[in-house]
């Protein structure tokens, strides 16, 4: 199993629409993506591990794949749909990976 | 639902044994929060999103727990032991984060 992280630095002064980002993008993610994205996991950034420190990233999302094949096939044909959404929720450029799941 | 993530930055030079954190830190870890901590997700960075471009984070870690209280009253005991295993498997200094598990 691998997963694609999209993780969004928390930069100051500019937006994240949480609302729009859970209520809207994801879904819209997920029925372009199909049944090749087996799960999907997005968390907010609340806090830093110190008291009073801000969180490092606003948003981490996890889409979950069997292999990076499998993740490229059902992304590109949906890519400019995906990607043009982005400017709807944030104008923050994430940072992108795919991971091997180990636990 | 909170996640407390620990994200280690992929940084040239460093070491990281992902045998060593996912066969022995991770389950210590584990074992010492206790029922408190409801789940444990890990995975390792293989790639970036452009074709040869080295992921941004070499592991990346979330421990979910029901509160930040709950992780606070489990972790708070054993910090010392937690993060004197460390030194074990990395040198990399982790960026630490709580969340709100959103989906």
Redesign the interface.
Known sequence: M??V?V?YPNESGKKFD?DYY?NKH?PMVQQKLGSACKR??????????TPGAP???IA?C?LYFDS?EAYQTAFSPHAEAIMGDIPNYTDIQP?????????
């Open positions: 691998i997963s992280s993780i949480i859970c994801i999907v996991a997005v968390e907010q950034g609340l806090a830093g591990a969180a490092a990233f981490i996890h990076p940072m992108i990976q795919i991971s091997e799941v180990k636990i």
